[in-house]
């Protein structure tokens, strides 16, 4: 699939168990001659050092490693030390997150949005880092409406984001009018949308209320139609997320950035039956 860019999401494992089901993974996935990597980092820096300790193993391996930012919670001095040490390392990639507040801690931060981090990061490195940054096809659950998210979407690209990575959709419609309605306010960065392979109905359903993603009507029923059986789901699943990456690329988008889950096999199957429809 040489025509269409890839990239795919890890996290940070915690145990030698986990870390060897990402190296899996990541070994699953080299075929496809991913663009990057990203690698999230976890509310208030609580992933930190392991997020950097994967990077720089893929980053080892020769492979574009981004590992994600957020700012919540976060003073200017360690925000700067975090960068001063990727740069030490020559990751070039970062992807800039608002991110979420901990359970817990009551101060926000020295940055409330991810354009404040944005212009924070370009003001401390310059063009040094390629910079990601999210946007929202159904909107951000915290935003006070479409126009709100849009403007702050704008005000990232304007603050010298690169691209955008999409949260996860399965209504193609909402990525399209995403796309014109951010070309008619002059945003003219690419914007990738993500993917969230579906292999657990119950995962997904949570998720995607934490995350205010949309799972239409007619998926949940027939996910939940299939009770435990799991290989239904992933059948079914396989079926409705690589239609969706087929329109998506029909359409236009850059390319597919697949939220992993550190688990490979959803998102190569989905890559190779779009491969072989070509």
């Known amino acids: 699939m040489q025509a269409t860019e890839l990239s795919f999401e890890f996290f940070p494992p915690k145990t030698a168990e986990g870390l060897d089901k990402l190296r899996a993974a990541r070994d699953q996935l080299l075929p496809l001659q991913p663009k990057f990597f990203s690698v999230t980092f976890g509310a208030g820096g609580s992933t930190q050092q392991g997020t950097l300790d994967t990077v720089l193993e893929l980053a080892q391996d020769g492979l574009d490693a981004a590992p994600h930012l957020s700012c919540v919670g976060s003073s200017r001095e360690n925000i700067r030390e975090i960068l001063q040490r990727y ?130 009507r007619w998926i949940a029923r027939r996910l939940e139609s299939y009770g435990d059986d799991r290989a239904s789901i992933r059948a079914f699943g396989l079926d409705v997320v690589t239609a969706l990456c087929q329109r998506l690329i029909d359409g236009g988008a850059p390319g597919l950035h697949f939220y992993t889950l550190n688990n490979a096999l959803a998102a190569r199957a989905i890559c190779d039956r779009l491969a072989a429809a070509r």
């Open 87 to 216: 740069r030490s390392h020559q990751i070039h990639h970062i992807v800039a997150l608002r991110g979420d507040l901990p359970s817990g801690m009551g101060e926000i931060g020295a940055f409330r949005y991810a354009s404040e981090l944005v212009e924070f990061i370009r003001a401390e490195t310059g063009d040094w880092f390629t910079v990601e940054v999210a946007a929202y096809p159904e909107y951000h659950p915290q935003s006070k409406s479409p126009r709100h998210d849009l403007d702050n979407f704008a005000r990232k690209v304007k603050a010298g984001a690169n691209s955008a990575i999409t949260q996860y959709f399965y209504n193609g419609d909402a990525y399209f009018r995403l796309l014109d309605d951010s070309a008619k306010l002059g945003i003219d960065v690419p914007i990738t949308p993500g993917i969230m392979p579906i292999t657990n109905f119950s995962q997904l359903m949570r998720f995607s209320e934490m995350c205010g993603a949309e799972v239409p």
